[in-house]
């Protein structure tokens, strides 16, 4: 069957902002940030997204268009048929399916979260609300909700469904973000969250730096869906006229941007609200944004209308991402198995509802796949990739990176591979280590 293509430029980095522009960036974000000491966290991360991030999505860039395929195919095609890439490249399908099945379920407390917003009917006692809707009958409901409206935009396929999709939604979770950032920093007591957030806590790195890292560092490749196959699977859609490291760069601040964004809404207004972090906004975990945030706008003018906006934002975003995670597994059933793309979804999709049904039931089990999991499946995915880009595809690696760039452009290849090949893996797996260690109760 004839492959499908992006229709534009602007459709491809809208889609693939999108992907990285979701729950990981909202939801994620402020609850790893509330857990590693706010402005120590977030100079760790942005410093990871600079060094690790963008060199690694250029290298899965590379793989996907150069391959035209889905990671699996993707690794086996380009290694001339090696079963072991092929496996490689098949682990990142298999962390897709793993990713949407937690996501999912975040995603239905979010729609579940926007439709109560009219009513107010969490205000009341907002830490209550999330601990009797979280895990549970009804919580596989909605999860079964945001599901079917990932699959459906899914089955539209790329142009029809992916990039007119994320064409409205990314703009309108910029705008959206713009004004209750503006909002939120104007609120009494907001600077106190600002200055948890922006202000460089030295101290509290030096005292929990491999904590610190391992978190920032899984939170990076997380936000910028590195080490899944995402962004190989995308760039399998694009052709030779674009520039690999323009667009990369371009989703890389779009999307780091769209999360300091996050960060300005919801610290100052927690800070205005409560004076520190309290609850589980304090601890951090799964409930912080949602109870945090819930108690914040029970106290504030028109708090239902900006409950509905801000998690009418935030439906956008993770359906912008869950998108990406189906689209994995979708295309390598079409490109490897011939299976008709619909047929392909709902399969799939049919997959998700158990996994993410097993998450919704067992807060236990979700709290290690959101992540403990999550963050040692990504990590060695992006580590295979990059070993992959370095020593197996090598100088035609710096040959596809230089396709469509310009001649400034082309000059940095050699030390782009450079960087995949040596530093980028090992600093992988030296984070993968500090993780696995931590997992075993051993800390550095």
């Not at 499908?4 to 990285?20: K, P, Q, Y």
């Not at 239905?108 to 809707?133: H, K, M, N, Q, V």
């Not at 690999?244 to 780091?256: E, K, M, Q, R, Y």
């Amino acid at each position: 069957m004839t492959r499908e293509s992006w229709h534009t430029r602007l459709g491809f980095i809208l889609a693939a902002v999108g992907s990285a522009v979701g729950l990981g960036n909202i939801w994620r974000f402020p609850w790893m940030t509330a857990d590693n000491g706010g402005s120590a966290f977030l100079v760790v991360y942005l410093a990871i997204i600079l060094l690790v991030g963008v060199p690694g999505l250029l290298a899965e860039f590379v793989i996907g268009r150069r391959s035209q395929r889905n990671p699996a195919g993707a690794l086996y095609r380009l290694s001339s048929g090696s079963k072991s890439w092929g496996a490689v490249g098949l682990f990142g399908v298999v962390t897709g399916v793993v990713l949407l099945s937690f996501y999912s379920v975040v995603g239905g407390w979010i729609l579940r979260y926007f439709l109560a917003s009219a009513t107010g009917s969490y205000f009341g006692e907002p830490g209550a609300y999330f601990d009797a809707i979280a895990f549970g009958p009804e919580a596989v409901g909605f999860h079964v909700g945001f599901l079917a409206l990932t699959a459906l935009i899914v089955v539209g396929g790329v142009r029809d469904g992916i990039e007119k999709a994320t064409k409205v939604m990314m703009p309108a979770i910029v705008v959206l973000l713009v004004a209750l950032a503006g909002w939120a920093i104007s609120q009494p007591g907001a600077g106190a969250g600002l200055s948890f957030y922006l202000d460089f806590d030295a101290g509290y790195l030096q005292e929990n730096f491999f904590a610190v890292l391992g978190s920032a560092a899984g939170q990076a490749l997380f936000t910028l869906s590195l080490g899944v196959g995402t962004m190989i699977t995308y760039a399998s859609y694009l052709g030779d006229d674009h520039n690999l490291a323009f667009d990369g760069s371009a989703i890389a601040v779009l999307n780091t941007g769209v999360g300091v964004l996050a960060g300005l809404v919801v610290f100052p207004l927690l800070f205005a609200t409560f004076g520190e972090l309290t609850g589980p906004a304090a601890g951090g975990g799964e409930g912080a944004l949602f109870v945090g945030l819930a108690g914040a706008f029970s106290q504030v003018p028109f708090g239902r209308a900006l409950a509905m906006a801000f998690f009418g934002v935030v439906v956008l975003a993770a359906l912008s991402s869950s998108i990406s995670m189906l689209e994995i597994p979708v295309a390598y059933l079409v490109d490897e198995h011939d299976v008709e793309r619909r047929t392909a979804t709902l399969a799939l999709a049919g997959v998700v509802l158990f996994t993410g049904g097993a998450n919704a039931l067992n807060p236990g089990l979700f709290g290690f796949v959101a992540g403990t999991l999550v963050d040692l499946m990504l990590t060695a995915g992006l580590a295979g990739f990059l070993v992959f880009v370095g020593w197996v595809l090598g100088k035609d690696a710096v040959e596809e990176f230089s396709t469509g760039a310009s001649p400034g452009v082309r000059a940095l290849g050699p030390a782009w591979l450079w960087s995949v090949r040596t530093i980028l893996p090992l600093f992988l797996l030296g984070t993968l280590a500090v993780n696995l260690l931590a997992l075993a109760g051993i800390g550095l």
